[in-house]
């Protein structure tokens, strides 16, 4: 009979001591890192949509409690498989150093994906924002070491904020234990859901989402957007359902966050940052719902990471190898061509998804929220879903013209080579992994058959074709002088900015 209550905590603390491990044998990381990832990811996607929980205490009886259940097993599996991708598609820029701060990285979102004791998440929310800290500065130029240090800062208050709630709970409940919340005052309450949702990045707390994602490298970016933001998802889902007090506060916090993020989006010029605002967007949508929370931020994770990691041309990426990009007499390379022609495929399929495209995963998540959520909330969620298309739409749009401007285009559409360009399409292991992307989130819509129905396909084919057209007719509006002064104030007090909002956030919480 297997003991969980030795295998649990073994498997949560495995990937930060096979992460220790590399430093001394550093060869060995990358392999076992990837057999212990798809070991979880595999393990993880067998339990979604189970009701099944396995409850175990750490150090014995009065210990540190843990409960891996539905809301711990679609992050678990969304965070693996986004870190493959990363994995799979950049391996050749990596060194062992930057698969230990993300096997570290894993471990602490484990831990916050199954602990319900708040010092417990305080530790591991703390030690994924120094692993994310590393990453942003992974760039290692002025403007990624002062993002990183807003981050790190921004993100230390915003957890001070998050410990004075936890011990002003204490002192009324004299326990840590998120069901004990109940009798915890509103004030605490306030506190400790302001730092969760900063790491989450939902509304004034998600301020440093758009910043961060324009400037960090692709790798950074798709783990940043895939996994780090997604910490904070499973405990506001287990207090929303828990409290109806809290639950009633997400329902506010998520619509405005999806709808002014949406917008800011639609008139962002820059994608990296029309990424990030979409993820605020998209993570306030995400907590609308308890029960499918979870769900919708791994699809959103993974499709995130897609994006990110296909976002710029191959000639444009730094991160990519350049040899397989042009040769020496500057003539693309014919793997190139149809390496560049999938990465555009993949990215357009990713962002179908978010848009909440039929036979996509987006399409089923996106309709267990619908169905979830309150009806005084559906219009404002309808509003959001098609600002939402209308992002992609245009992130769409530059994503093939800047495929067509380049010199190689017209080169897959050249017959004579056509059985060469499918002979290289399966020439590359980074072109596996784009492909089983694709078929994954295709695949994945059969999770839920009965959602299918005529109208709800029609409603999200209705949304794309306005997002279209919406898109069209905005494309011609100048909104730098709404955009880039916001943009300008974010970079220049970052951090500060971040804390006060938080901070002014409390008292009208307060005050109301």
């Not at 057999?35 to 099944?52: C, E, H, K, T």
């Not at 409960?67 to 986004?82: A, N």
């Amino acid at each position: 009979m297997i003991d969980y209550q030795i295998l649990f905590p073994f498997l949560i603390f495995l990937p930060a001591l096979l992460g220790f491990v590399g430093c001394v044998i550093p060869k060995i990381t990358f392999p076992l890192s990837v057999v212990m990832l798809l070991g979880y990811a595999a393990s993880s996607l067998n339990y979604i949509g189970r009701d099944i929980a396995y409850q175990f205490t750490l150090v014995g009886e009065g210990g540190i409690q843990f409960s891996v259940d539905s809301y711990s097993f679609p992050l678990i599996f969304g965070s693996c498989i986004t870190l493959l991708i990363v994995f799979g598609l950049f391996f050749k820029k990596f060194t062992h150093y930057y698969y230990q701060i993300c096997l570290v990285l894993l471990s602490a979102l484990l831990i916050s994906f199954t602990t319900v004791d708040l010092v417990s998440m305080f530790i591991s929310l703390e030690l994924l924002g120094f692993s994310a800290f590393l990453l942003i500065a992974d760039r290692n130029d002025r403007k990624s070491l002062f993002n990183s240090f807003q981050y790190l800062i921004g993100g230390g208050l915003a957890m001070l904020i998050y410990l004075i709630g936890v011990v002003q709970a204490f002192t009324f409940t004299g326990s840590f234990l998120l069901e004990d919340l109940v009798k915890a005052p509103e004030t605490a309450l306030c506190l400790i859901v302001a730092g969760l949702l900063t790491k989450s990045g939902v509304f004034l707390c998600g301020l440093w989402v758009p910043n961060i994602y324009s400037h960090a490298n692709s790798q950074s970016s798709a783990v940043l957007a895939g996994c780090v933001t997604c910490a904070g998802i499973a405990p506001i889902a287990r207090m929303s359902q828990i409290l109806n007090p809290i639950s009633d506060s997400m329902i506010v916090i998520g619509v405005i966050s999806a709808v002014i993020a949406a917008i800011y989006a639609v008139f962002e010029r820059d994608s990296g940052r029309a990424l990030g605002w979409s993820s605020v967007s998209q993570l306030g949508i995400a907590i609308l719902s308890p029960t499918y929370a979870c769900s919708y931020a791994m699809q959103h994770g993974i499709c995130k990471a897609l994006l990110f990691s296909t976002l710029y041309s191959r000639k444009a990426d730094e991160n990519l190898d350049s040899s397989a990009i042009t040769s020496s007499n500057n003539t693309p390379s014919k793997l190139s061509v149809t390496n560049e022609l999938l990465r555009v495929i993949v990215f357009v399929v990713a962002s179908l998804s978010i848009m909440g495209f039929p036979f996509l995963a987006g399409f089923i998540t996106k309709n267990w929220i619908k169905y979830d959520i309150p009806y005084e909330a559906k219009i404002i969620y309808t509003t959001a879903a098609l600002l939402t298309s209308t992002v992609y739409a245009r992130l769409i749009f530059d994503r093939i013209k800047d495929f067509i401007r380049q010199p190689y285009a017209r080169l897959v559409l050249n017959l004579p080579r056509a059985s060469k360009n499918l002979s290289d399409l399966f020439s590359s292991s980074q072109n596996y992994i784009l492909i089983l992307s694709v078929v994954g989130l295709i695949l994945a819509s059969n999770a839920a058959p009965d959602l299918f129905t005529f109208s709800a396909v029609q409603s999200a084919i209705v949304s794309a074709i306005l997002g279209g057209i919406l898109f069209v007719s905005v494309v011609g509006i100048q909104a730098d002088e709404f955009v880039k002064p916001v943009t300008r104030t974010l970079d220049l007090v970052g951090a500060p900015f971040l804390v006060a909002a938080l901070l002014l956030a409390n008292l009208i919480y307060l005050k109301i």
